[in-house]
Each structure stands twice: as structure tokens, then as C-alpha cells.
């Protein structure tokens, strides 16, 4: 329901860009060009790159607007925004490893709190975007959401980059009928944002112990780029 209105609502309501407030548009030409596409896709990795950490592909870069873009999606509910997100991380995709007959799309799993709290899963919904995308070019792409947090973990954003890596070790792992999948197709890790590495390092291990072959990950923005 909570879904449903937030996008009744955006049809009938004025809106404003949600990457830089331009009004009249939930996402102005400018903003949509800075989440980039497959000519702007670059590999990136953090700082204190974590051991088994695979290699990560950033449709755009970090920047205000961008991150604006992310949180208004995620946090805000602004859920037409998982489109153009989708698309972007499509690219991303493809140089992570989605380029070959078929691949599955793998989101990095968020507490069941958070999503219970925004009334959506964010990154589960912009895999989805970004396999219908894959599939409009031509790769038989599909989300397998089987990934989950097993036990509670504390909040990311008060911890550092060995905290972060430490708080999710174990805490993720595949479930579900679905977890079977994993072993049929490569796997692209998916999500938002890369900052220390550590959720999509303790995700491919869970992918890893389920038989799934983890060729790389996707996020719409990351690091800088590797020189």
C-alpha cells in the first residue's frame, strides 16, 4: 500500500529533481547523465581493498547528486527513481561479468528492519530494473534475491573499514529454494553504493559457500578509479 500511494502521489503532486531539487522533474537530464551508463562504467575499489573482495564496476561517480539520487530512492521511497538507477547499474553489470549468455543478478542483502522501515528493499528492486535492461540488450539476465542477514549486525555508518568487514562476518549467508540457482549462471553482486568493500566481500563469500561463481559486482557509484 505504502508503495502504491508514494507513486500515485508523485503523479498528481508537484516534485523536484532528486538529485539537485530542479523542479517539475523527479530526475533532471543532468542528474540522469551524472548515474552514467556503459561508456562512463569504471572499475573501483576501496582504500584497504578486503581479501576476497571481487571486482567492482561503478556506473557513475560519487558526487552529491548521485548520492542524493540513492537516498531519495532508498530512504524516501521515491520508487520511480529505480528505473534510471537500473538502467545505470545495467551497465555495470555488463563489465562485471553479465556480458554472457546468461547471468543472475545478485542484491546485497539489507537488514529486515530497514526494509521494514522504508516499506521496500531498494537494491532488490533496482537488480530487478537492471535485468530487464540486460534482457532488452540481449542477456539473459535474472534477480535471484537469496541472500540474507542471518543475525542482527550494527549500524555500518559508525563503523570503520575493519569494523564493517568484522560486524558482517557470518551474517550473511543463501536461503531459500531459490539457493540452488546460484551454481547455474555467473553471479553479479548488486548494490547501491561501494564504500569500504565489506558487504560485498562477506556477500560473494555467502555465494561462494552456496556454488554460485561470483565474477564481479555492480553498484552505481563507488571509489575512485583504479589507476
Do not use: I
Amino acid at each position: 500500500m505504502r508503495g502504491w500511494w508514494q507513486e500515485f502521489t508523485g503523479l498528481v503532486l508537484p516534485v523536484e529533481c532528486a538529485g539537485c531539487g530542479c523542479p517539475r522533474t523527479e530526475l533532471c537530464e543532468r542528474c540522469r547523465g551524472l548515474l552514467g551508463g556503459a561508456g562512463s562504467v569504471r572499475r573501483v575499489r576501496p582504500a584497504a581493498e578486503p581479501d576476497g573482495l571481487p571486482p567492482v564496476y561503478a556506473a557513475g561517480r560519487y558526487g552529491d547528486e548521485v548520492r542524493a539520487v540513492v537516498l531519495a530512492h532508498k530512504e524516501r521511497g521515491a520508487l520511480g527513481l529505480a528505473g534510471p538507477l537500473g538502467r545505470a547499474l545495467a551497465g555495470a553489470a555488463l563489465s562485471a561479468g553479465a556480458a554472457a549468455p546468461a547471468a543472475l543478478l545478485v542484491p546485497v542483502p539489507s537488514a529486515r528492519s530497514a526494509v521494514a522501515r522504508r516499506g521496500h528493499d531498494a537494491t532488490a528492486r533496482m537488480a530487478l530494473a537492471a535485468a530487464r535492461e540486460l534482457r532488452r540488450q540481449g542477456v539473459r539476465a535474472r534477480t535471484v534475491a537469496v541472500l540474507r542477514q542471518r543475525r542482527p549486525v550494527a549500524d555500518q555508518a559508525l563503523l570503520d573499514a575493519a569494523a564493517r568487514l568484522a560486524n558482517l562476518t557470518g551474517a550473511v549467508r543463501a536461503v531459500g529454494g531459490r539457493a540452488g540457482l546460484l551454481s547455474a549462471a555467473p553471479v553479479v553482486l548488486v548494490d547501491d553504493l561501494m564504500t569500504t568493500g565489506a558487504s560485498l566481500t562477506v556477500a560473494a563469500r555467502a555465494v561462494r559457500a552456496a556454488g554460485g561463481r561470483v565474477t564481479g559486482a555492480a553498484v552505481v557509484a563507488g571509489a575512485e578509479p583504479v589507476n
